[in-house]
């Protein structure tokens, strides 16, 4: 027995060394853990330093960037971002301070902020901050959530003294605000409900205790206040009213009177009436522009001004940075309501939202005068309008005489000297030099050239003051701006003269106005004339016709000089224009007899016809657009060195095996656009730009096309010995692979951008255009100048983001694909695009500053149509120079007998004596006194007589 036991206790001893080692295992592996779980917890420790290093690198960049342009909006709130992540309670409350003094805070923003000042004024136990930030959040926009959240935090408050009563005020406040939003003021009614059923419960005598005289007394007027809320909800048109009405019935003991039965049905029918506009605002897309005006125009016709004004608030909290929605606001208000604290709020927080906007500024200082405001406060109004960065040069001017106009309204003129006086004369002389330095360094124009500021203040001091030695020296001031020449100037000038003046300062001005105005003079000499008439006597008569004579006998002779070089040079045109026609038509018809001759290679030159053919006639010209440049892009058509009148005599004498060879596949080409079925314009596009030397052009074009859809062929026009020109078209098996086609437009091929464009005869639409110049402003679209060549258009969408929605990026550049530094962006509306003009011109970009404007193409001149004679009176056609422009170092190598003099130049007998005559023709038109062209001819002539 004794071996089994002993091999009993051997298994057991086995089994519990096992068991030994097991748990020495399992503890080294928990050690070992342990040692990892340590070393990764120190790897996140290291890893955590390292981002708050990099956070703390980009807090202070940013705070840096802020000391630098305090109005950079984005940059407050990733400032403010990054100090939440941090938990930087302090400077967080700092950032955010310096944010709303600057803007008017979202209503995301504030409920952020106002939760982190609830749960600190917690451990603070102070109230009174946060009922203060609470104030100033439902300033700037009327936000149901924001009074819903003062609300129950004053709710919180009600234990302390006077607590019930402050806890009221917030929420009459509050229905009052927002109580008419039909979608979201049901919420605040039903809370203002639950408090006073709480306030109930608190008044309410314990069961089967009989309540005392004055506890009855609050309970019945804690019930009526419960009855009032509900009738006062019921008479409004809101979302879910049924509802309300139900519970109403359930509450009450009495049922619900009749008066409240009316009332509720009356709102019935005004939300059914407002149900079609709010459905449009439920399912359209922010901003909701368009539906938000259709409901206030049904607001405004319906008449009831409460309603109006949250119909006006709910749009701005959506539309905050739409200007023409804050002046219907306000206009509103100023005619209609006339509500001091209202109107001035609403003007404020106009100014915050759109400071760029001249006319806000200028609504919100007449607003202050015609409701009482001190001077002071309406002096800092306009300076922080000269400091909001117009857009316009003209905005200045504006704002600086609504603020003139305000001071000259403060005068009292029956005094000789006064304060108000003296502010008036400095306010006027400031603005002057404002508009000199600061306004004309900024936009290059002065914003006022007709020198409005200072007529003012000239009738000002002749009117009030009664000084006219002043107003003198304004307006010769005036005078020698440039607006001398002008006729109405001077009038305006004679008229001051002849109310406040005196007849010799009168006479003075006429005969001034008479030999510097060049716009209108025989206006002015008649004005001198009547005078004289008048006031003059025989010798003022005489002196005044004379003088008048004179001047308009010199005008009448620049006139007639002015009209008869515009005459010639039109007339230079038309036969410059005659002559190319004639010199195409002749080398047509030379090739044509040349092609005639040659009867072994009539099938070749009727291809080559009707390849010339196609190039002039289906190449359609490429047009740029939206301001890209000022010039037309037409497709390249080069005809050999000469250019495309180009002598063709040695031109078609090459042949040979080795020309053979070269139009065998022009040949073959040619020969498959003869068949009408593979040429289908409808299913076509035409590309052009593409480099000559371009290797394997159609095979490349096939590989870029096919992405398209199918392609059908390529077809490439060639030159008469097969070289490339550049450009041809792409046929696609559908035409629904055009629209997909006409994307890749700008798209670079061997180091060029290629042009795409629909295929179109010329020949049957004359006047298509793919490209349309847009000569009217866009004020959704800025344009930016100055930009490194180096600059992408992604780098460019990165640094236009922050400003608004982008919809293009667009660069410009030469055909040859080089950029010129020059870009459009178009916003999503004007708003963002005023912002990016407003907070991106002047930033450098990669060492160059550039200039940022909203895009206003200048106007062109529109290309005479086809066939059509220019006329003569109305176009001044441009001076041709030769092909180094007009530099005058040039030497010139024709001979002196061939030298023409120019028309109307001539001194000794006209240009048609001096010219000889060649033929009838051409004598008869030197006798008419018209210019003509010289044939070969003539100059072989002109050299035998020398």
């Given at each position: ?23 020495e295992e ?40 802020l ?18 992540q ?6 967080l ?51 149901p ?43 605040l ?16 005598p ?8 004055e ?36 509450w009450s003991?009495k ?14 029918q ?8 709010e ?17 206030i125009?049904?607001e405004?016709?319906?008449g ?6 949250i ?30 604290d ?29 409701h ?14 000269l400091?909001?960065?117009?857009i ?14 305000y ?6 003129f029956?005094?000789?000297?006064s ?40 009738r ?32 305006e000038?004679?008229n ?7 007849m ?11 030999q ?6 025989e ?13 003059g006597?025989?010798e003022?008569?005489?002196?005044a ?9 010199r ?92 002598p ?19 040949v073959?080409?040619?020969?498959n656009?003869?068949?009408p ?6 299913c ?21 096309f096919?992405?398209?859809g ?22 696609f ?5 055009v ?19 629909p ?61 010129k ?11 963002q695009?005023?912002?990016a003009?407003?907070k ?37 056609p ?69």
């Amino acid at each position: 027995m004794a071996a089994p036991g002993n091999a009993e206790q051997t298994q057991l001893q086995a089994m519990e060394e096992e068991e030994d080692a097991g748990v020495e295992e399992r503890e080294m592996e928990s050690d070992e853990e342990e040692g990892m779980g340590v070393e990764n917890s120190e790897d996140e420790e290291e890893e955590s330093e390292e981002d708050d290093k990099e956070n703390e690198a980009e807090i202070q960049r940013l705070e840096e960037q802020l000391s630098i342009n305090a109005f950079d909006y984005n940059c407050h709130v990733d400032l403010i971002k990054l100090l939440k992540q941090e938990g930087e309670l302090l400077r967080l409350r700092k950032a955010r301070q310096k944010m709303s003094e600057l803007f008017p805070l979202t209503e995301e923003i504030w409920l952020d902020w106002l939760k982190d000042e609830i749960r600190l004024s917690e451990e603070d136990s102070s109230r009174e901050k946060v009922y203060e930030l609470f104030e100033r959040a439902v300033k700037d926009y009327i936000c149901p959530d924001i009074w819903l959240e003062y609300a129950q935090y004053s709710i919180g408050g009600m234990g302390s003294p006077g607590g019930i009563d402050k806890v009221r005020s917030i929420f009459e406040r509050a229905v009052t605000a927002v109580g008419l939003h039909m979608t979201k003021g049901q919420t605040l009614w039903e809370a203002y409900r639950e408090f006073e059923n709480a306030v109930l419960s608190t008044v309410q005598p314990p069961p089967g205790r009989i309540p005392s005289r004055e506890e009855q007394e609050l309970l019945n007027t804690q019930l009526e206040r419960i009855h009032t809320l509900f009738r006062r909800q019921l008479a409004i048109p809101l979302m879910d009213m049924e509802t309300t009405y139900a519970e109403y019935e359930e509450w009450s003991d009495k049922g619900v009177p009749e008066t409240v039965v009316h009332l509720y049905r009356k709102a019935l029918q005004q939300n059914e009436k407002c149900k079609s506009h709010e459905e449009a605002l439920l399912v359209a897309e922010p901003p909701k522009l368009a539906e938000y005006q259709a409901y206030i125009d049904f607001e405004l016709k319906e008449g009831d001004p409460a309603r109006i004004q949250i119909m006006f608030e709910r749009a701005l909290a959506e539309n905050c940075l739409v200007p023409d929605m804050w002046t219907k606001y306000a206009t509103y208000l100023d005619r209609q309501l006339k509500i001091k604290d209202l109107v001035l709020s609403t003007h404020e927080r106009a100014v915050r939202n759109c400071p760029w906007t001249m006319s806000l500024w200028k609504s919100y200082i007449q607003a202050l005068e015609r409701h009482g405001a001190d001077h002071q406060s309406v002096s800092d109004v306009f300076e922080k309008a000269l400091n909001a960065g117009f857009i316009q040069a003209t905005d200045y001017v504006e704002i600086w005489q609504a603020y003139l106009d305000y001071l000259r309204r403060r005068v009292d003129f029956s005094k000789e000297s006064s304060k108000e006086l003296e502010e008036l004369r400095a306010a006027f002389s400031r603005s002057l030099d404002y508009l000199k330095q600061d306004v004309e360094e900024r936009f290059g124009e002065s914003g006022d050239p007709s020198c409005v500021i200072m007529q003012i203040w000239a009738r000002i001091e002749a009117h009030h003051c009664k000084n006219m030695q002043k107003a003198r020296e304004l307006w010769d001031n005036i005078m020698t701006k440039g607006n001398a020449k002008y006729a109405n100037m001077w009038l305006e000038y004679y008229n001051l003269e002849r109310a406040y003046g005196d007849m010799t300062h009168c006479r003075k001005a006429l005969h001034r106005a008479v030999q510097c105005t060049s716009d209108y003079p025989e206006h002015v000499c008649e004005v001198l004339l009547t005078f004289e008439r008048v006031e003059g006597t025989l010798e003022d008569w005489d002196t005044a016709v004379q003088k008048t004579e004179t001047r308009l006998n010199r005008v009448n002779e620049q006139r007639a000089k002015a009209a008869a070089k515009e005459t010639n040079m039109a007339r230079h045109e038309e036969e410059k224009m005659e002559q190319r026609r004639k010199a195409k038509a002749d080398k047509k018809a030379q090739k044509k007899s040349q092609k005639s001759s040659r009867g072994g290679e009539k099938r070749k030159a009727e291809q080559d016809e009707y390849q010339e053919d196609w190039n002039e006639k289906s190449a359609p010209k490429r047009q740029k657009g939206n301001g890209d440049n000022n010039t037309d892009e037409y497709m390249e058509t080069d005809t050999g060195l000469f250019g495309r009148n180009a002598p063709s005599g040695n031109k078609a004498a090459a042949g040979g095996a080795k020309h053979a060879q070269q139009g065998a596949v022009v040949v073959a080409q040619r020969h498959n656009d003869d068949q009408p079925e593979l040429r289908d314009e409808s299913c076509s596009v035409f590309i052009s730009n593409l480099a000559y030397t371009l290797e394997e052009p159609e095979a490349k074009l096939e590989a870029v096309f096919e992405r398209c859809g199918p392609v059908k062929q390529v077809r490439l026009v060639t030159g008469n010995r097969g070289n490339f020109r550049g450009y041809g078209y792409v046929q696609f098996e559908s035409a629904v692979s055009v629209a997909e086609a006409l994307k890749l437009d700008r798209t670079e091929v061997g180091g060029r951008p290629m042009f795409v464009s629909p295929c179109v005869d010329k020949n049957k639409n004359p006047e298509f255009k793919v490209f349309k110049y847009n000569i009217a402003m866009e004020k959704h679209k800025i344009f930016i100048s100055g930009l490194p060549f180096s600059c992408t258009k992604e780098q460019l969408e990165e640094i236009c983001k922050d400003h608004g929605t982008i919809r293009e990026v667009r660069l410009v550049t030469y055909r040859s694909g080089k950029p010129k530094g020059l870009a459009y962006v178009e916003f999503a509306d004007e708003a963002q695009a005023s912002q990016a003009v407003l907070k991106l011109d002047g930033v450098e970009v990669e060492g160059n500053k550039i200039s940022v404007a909203i895009s206003n193409p200048p106007r062109r001149h529109l290309m005479d149509k086809a066939g059509a004679s220019r006329p003569t009176g109305e176009t001044t056609p441009r001076q041709v120079y030769g092909s180094r422009g007009r530099g005058r170092t040039q030497l010139s190598l024709l001979p002196r007998s061939l030298h023409r003099p120019a028309a109307g130049k001539v001194e000794n007998g006209t240009a048609a004596d001096r010219a000889p005559p060649s033929s009838t023709d051409g004598a008869a038109a030197n006798a008419a006194g018209e210019p003509r062209s010289l044939s070969n001819s003539d100059f072989a002539k002109m050299l035998l007589n020398k």
